[in-house]
């Protein structure tokens, strides 16, 4: 996970923020052996021991009458266009595959849009080096000439893929808004933090807010805030994990600014992970802000806060 | 009003990792056998409430439309109420709702994760601001133990009296055939544990797990016919707490307050200690098992270390707490609130097997997510009132 | 069974940001606060009196997990019972509607919004799709709903260019309402009539736009207090269809006309010709002649005929969720329009209107749907 602050003061605009995760996810029996067949250039179905349907891929359940699946089938790698759609990112298509009753979702290769017409008869084209997931059928092309096959039983089918790699990219552009984007120019420009007041239960909000959570009342006066508080709780990270920020060691800290009633969150540093522990942080510490060489209008502004003399 | 009773619950076995199984096979299995349970079918069922962690855990955003195939659902209702860690409590409560309301008979709800599938602590810190907060976050770690050492200060919650929890609560998993980790530990391997997110130790973490959990609700009437051992709702609710509030305070948890008094008030409980027979609480980790004997009010303010180090707590105690293991058996985020209402329910109908207390009637559910700002309560009965 | 939420729930009082393409100096918490304060307004109910919170929204969209926690303060959510419903506001408000009738709770908040110009709305919709077999073939909801619309239009001989008619006509209401910021004129540009997926161009997709909505719930005791004119729920309905594209029908919905048909019951509504005004949300101009279909307002391949110049009044007075589609939301939007438009509260209702209908959908390719009824006493 990163987040850039590259605006200027001039927009302020928005800061992005990009999501990568990992993902291990696990396709099930039947939807596996699907997978894993397909590296054999062999295609499975399911049939429904309830209702008799036969669906591609195969499934562990009928999503037309929830009944678990009875059998496996080999499925023909010929059937029929039974739709499609032109997009940006190519064809895709509704293939009914010879003796099935449930179309299969797949691409389109090798074939001149304008030669498409519903119940042409298409057949799959195999990727060189099978991945072991759907793309090891490239697509179905026109194919005129196939002939319509049949079910046949499956035999000594492969292990199912357990499973399967995969990462999910997100990328926001999260707005400041009017109230967050007035803060972080302040701090930006300015090494000036800025709270906001509610005009009912007169508390400081850090950050800034349109309404007072409790009250629910608009809020009203800028308030500058000291960049001294008190620590309200902290602990000491040790756990290394996947898409983490910081280089542990490092404390996490719940500050509340001198003249606020909210948290804002840090670290707190200056110390090793065994002084943090023996106390010389501790709720109740007060510390102040040290600032960062970098101007990037968020939080990273302030490198951490440092333990200073005196307690709440 | 109508009351509402529990007609049937099913468990998957919950495991680290489950390749067996897709994240909607997971949902299935504890379908079927809440279904079993009850004598029940899909044909039977009006409506379907799934209950999930965040979708990020498992890289498929509204699994519930997913799901649908595998619970047999189609042309039914279906909705997925969300909330963090208590989700499967929350779910339960917008299943009671559809029933007293009218728009359903028989509500099933799911509750799953497959937290094997995701990378668990970067998808929880995704919990915090992207502009406050974020880049120091480490899951729900980070604050859980920054508030637990504060109330070390102020309430007297020791490590040494969260280990007690850590060893009750393996100890109690070690007769939950549900439960996946099945080791004891002592107070001194707790203590002496790697520390992952000081002051909490990776003994006083559960297990991250794939599971799921469901149950079936009915209306008076409809349960008795279903089963001969329904497990009445005597009340349920689920609070919440803007995140950073003015003057939030974090050292005991106001929602968790507010849903327990609501509820005790319908279910006519005055003294919660002595009242109940068993409860089921969800700890993420050990620190916030002693933070809810207090909000519970199982013990006064700053009692908690007492009452664990008393023994009242354990399955010989006189206020069982988690004789299912609690979390750490098991800890399917998504399941474990739900888990914890099934697990009463089996309790007050004589149903939990190894780890019964015996005679229960009378059984406290807590869970809760997010911000530790969700929380929910539930009691449930042999009995109606 | 008697149906306990039928005209013993109101809504009353209803309120939603102007939706936009970008609100980009404000954020979800301005939106949303914006919109819970304005549906107050008028009703002389104050937050306090809330006794909870349903919302709705997107962690995908929102870029965060269990978002509802980081709004709770923007919601008017605090220290109140609150749930998350991760589907359309319009099942936040069916939620909302069952708590009261249940006689747990006398006044509900149901809130629903998103920004969808924070991402990529592809990305949303994708991550819908099961991974192993339809995400890596490039599904998204350009692609099914292309797929569709040719099932559609081919199975009833409907040509593709009679869809223009369902896009103008959106978009002119639209171009007339207040609170949504798509015109005729913008239509104009070649960017709207680009072919998307075939046989669909992007004027004939739902339009991604960001705004919030809060619509107000009490029971039938306090909505008496409040007086003025109370909107009663009457009927509510929801059914899911199976999750592969490729396995549903695609030229009808049958999950929209399940969901209709449970409100239709509980309203005691023989069917949809009940209803002055119809306010529906359609993933595409297709999808939108489908959903009509459904609820029973047209034969099956006969939706177009509504669109003829002066019919149907009542259908879609605010322009639907083509012109203006606040995901996760557009379904709260249109109750919110119809509760307007009845209570007297809309500039562009219908004349004499007593009865009306919302209509949402969720998931790729419209696989779930949710119907709610209201009349005016």
Partial sequence: MTNNATSTRETMGSMTSRLSMPYTLTAGKAMGTFLAELGAQRIIGSRCAACATVRVPAQDFCGDCGAETGELVAVPSTGELTGWTVTERGILAFVLLDGTDVPLLHRIVDTDVSSLVLGARVSARWAAEPAGNVMDITGFAIDAESTVGALAPTNELLAPIEQLAYRMELTYEHSYGHFYGSLFDSVKNDRRIRGIRCPSCRNVLLPPRGFCDVCFVPTKDWIDIPDTGTVQACSVVHIEFVGQRMTPPYVYAEIVLDGTATRLIHSVGGLSAEEARSGIVKPGSRVKAVWSDRATGSLADIEYFQVIDGSA | MTNIAIVGTGQTAHARRRLDVSQAGLAREAVMEAL???????????????????????????????????????????????????????????????????????????????????????????????????????????????????????????????????????????????????????????????????????LDVPPISDGACAVILAAEGDAEAITSTPAWIRGMAYYSEADNAAHRSMLQSEPLKIAAAKVYRASGVTNPRRQFDVAEVQEPYTCFELSYYEGLGLCPEGGAAELIASGATQMTGDIPVNPSGGCMGANPIGATALIRLAEAAMQVTGKAGAHQIQGAELGLVQAGGGWANLRGVAVVGSTKD | MVAATSRNVAVVGSAQTQLKAAWSDRQHVDLIS??????????????????????????????????????????????????????????????????????????????????????????????????????????????????????????????????????????????????????????????????????LRRSDMARPVDGAVAVLLASKDVARQIGGSPVWVTGMGSAIDQHFIAARDGATLPAAAAAASAAYRMAGASGASDFDIVEVSAGSTAGELMVLEALGMAEPGKAIDLYADGASPGLNPSGGALPADVVMASGLVRLHEVAAQLGGRSDHAPQGARRGLAHASGGLGMQNHCVITLETS
């Fill in chain 3, 34 to 199: 914006e919109a819970v304060a304005r549906a107050l307004l008028g009703t002389g109910l104050r937050i306090e009196d809330v006794d909870f919170v349903i919302d709705s929204g997107s962690d995908f969209l929102d870029g965060r997990s269990i978002s509802n926690c980081g709004f709770l303060g923007a919601m008017g959510a605090h220290h109140k019972e609150e749930s998350r419903v991760e589907e359309d506001g319009l099942w936040s408000a069916l939620y909302g509607a069952t708590k009261i009738a249940s006689g747990s709770a006398s006044v509900g908040l149901i809130v629903a919004y998103s920004k969808s110009s924070e991402s990529d709305p592809n990305d949303y919709w994708t991550s819908l799709a099961e991974p192993f077999t339809q995400r890596p073939v490039g599904l998204d909801q350009n692609a099914v709903a292309g797929l569709f619309a040719q099932r559609y239009l081919t199975r009833f001989g409907v040509p593709a260019s009679a869809l223009r008619a369902v896009t103008h006509r959106a978009w002119a209401a639209a171009d007339g309402n207040t609170f949504v910021d798509a015109t005729l004129e913008m239509l104009q540009d070649e960017y709207w009539s680009q072919e998307i997926a075939s046989p």
């Fill in chain 2, 36 to 202: 079993a349970d009850a004598g029940l079918t899909m044909a039977d069922i009006d409506s379907v409430v799934v209950a999930s962690g965040p979708a990020m855990f498992g890289a498929v955003n509204q699994p519930e439309k997913w799901l649908v195939d595998a619970l047999g659902a189609r042309f039914k209702p279906v909705v997925r109420v969300t909330s963090g860690g208590g989700t499967g409590l929350a779910g339960a409560l917008a299943a009671m709702n559809q029933i007293k309301g009218g728009v359903a008979k028989r509500v099933l709800v799911v509750a799953y994760d497959k937290l094997s599938e995701g990378a668990l602590q970067a998808s929880i810190s995704t919990l915090y601001d992207p502009f406050w907060g974020r880049e120091f976050a480490v899951g729900i770690m980070g604050f859980s133990a920054a508030y637990w050492r504060a109330r070390m200060d102020r309430l007297g919650h020791t490590e040494e009296a969260a280990a007690m929890v850590a060893v009750k609560n393996r100890a109690n998993s070690m007769l939950n055939p549900k439960a996946h980790v099945k080791k004891e530990v002592t107070v001194e391997e707790v203590l002496a544990s790697k520390p992952l997110c000081w002051p909490i130790k990776v």
